[in-house]
């Protein structure tokens, strides 16, 4: 101490070696303390998230005014209606959730999240990470919810090609979870390496979610269409937070279609 009050250069030595050692012993102490801070830092980026693609949503999926083409003016109002027709488009909302179990190697492959009823979770609504689509709740208790992964044998999604193109993506039974597939592709659809598929309106996730990006082309001999190898958006492998994504309007339409496909069914023959 003697010798580093002293401005000679004995002690000027003797300061830059301790202020050497304590900013060494700073420095390891502001990185143990990050480390140990990430995973409050993680949970609060995936909640700022949620509450983006939730703004995302509102801006996309708002109100639309309908109005007559042709003559530059609003619909004729039915009786007791306002002046213009208005049409509310499904609204999404997002619950961010955290991954506490997940198989990648079965022939059906399920996700657990730490995420239940009580926290407004159903079967049926969409999973999907910030990077591309996850797969369908299937089964829900109280404080958990069972996910079916869409590397399955039992489970499709329906996607597009930028030109609007269509087909079902699918997985190869017990294949690599860095794999799907896309059948049955026209010669005459322009696609191209790297290009993105999509989700579509008609899928049970948002439309315009990545599902997967183009990364080889296979030619079937037979039939002369194509397969597209797609590389998924979420990295199965190592997934840890996802969005849970409910269709405000989803029940609705279930119970539209429930009953128009139970009207069309074929009556049974009477003996």
């Known amino acids: 101490?003697?010798?580093?009050?002293?401005?000679?250069?004995?002690?000027?030595?003797?300061?830059?070696?301790?202020?050497?050692?304590?900013?060494?012993?700073?420095?390891?102490?502001?990185?143990?303390?990050?480390?140990?801070?990430?995973?409050?830092?993680?949970?609060?980026?995936?909640?700022?998230?949620?509450?983006?693609?939730?703004?995302?949503?509102?801006?996309?999926?708002?109100?639309?005014?309908?109005?007559?083409?042709?003559?530059?003016?609003?619909?004729?109002?039915?009786?007791g209606d306002s002046l213009t027709k208005i049409v509310r488009y499904a609204r999404y909302t997002y619950r961010s959730a955290r991954v506490i179990n997940n198989s990648v190697t079965e022939v059906n492959n399920y996700l657990t999240l730490n995420r239940g009823s009580k926290d407004g979770i159903r079967p049926g609504m969409a999973v999907i990470t910030s990077n591309g689509v996850v797969g369908k709740v299937a089964y829900v208790?109280?404080?958990?919810?069972?996910?079916?992964?869409?590397?399955?044998?039992?489970?499709?999604?329906?996607?597009?090609?930028?030109?609007?193109?269509?087909?079902?993506?699918?997985?190869?039974?017990?294949g690599s979870p860095d794999i799907l597939y896309m059948n049955d592709v026209p010669p005459e659809?322009?696609?191209?390496?790297?290009?993105?598929?999509?989700?579509?309106?008609?899928?049970?996730?948002?439309?315009?979610?990545l599902i997967g990006t183009v990364q080889r082309i296979l030619l079937v001999k037979s039939t002369n269409k194509r397969i597209l190898e797609l590389r998924?958006?979420?990295?199965?492998?190592?997934?840890?937070f996802v969005y849970v994504v409910e269709n405000s309007l989803a029940l609705e339409q279930q119970a539209l279609e429930a009953q128009q496909n139970k009207k069309t069914e074929k009556p049974r023959n009477r003996k």
């Open 232 to 240: 998924p958006g979420a990295n199965f492998r190592n997934l840890q």
């Open 189 to 209: 659809v322009p696609v191209k390496k790297g290009d993105s598929v999509l989700t579509t309106a008609y899928s049970f996730f948002p439309p315009g979610v």
């Open 1 to 79: 101490m003697l010798i580093a009050r002293t401005r000679t250069l004995q002690g000027n030595d003797v300061l830059s070696a301790a202020n050497t050692v304590v900013g060494f012993v700073y420095n390891r102490q502001n990185a143990i303390a990050y480390y140990f801070s990430l995973k409050v830092a993680n949970e609060q980026l995936v909640a700022e998230n949620a509450r983006l693609h939730q703004q995302l949503s509102e801006e996309q999926f708002s109100i639309d005014t309908l109005r007559d083409s042709l003559a530059l003016r609003p619909l004729a109002p039915a009786p």
């Open 141 to 174: 208790s109280d404080h958990f919810s069972s996910v079916l992964s869409v590397l399955s044998q039992i489970q499709r999604v329906s996607g597009q090609l930028a030109d609007g193109t269509t087909g079902f993506v699918s997985w190869k039974e017990k």
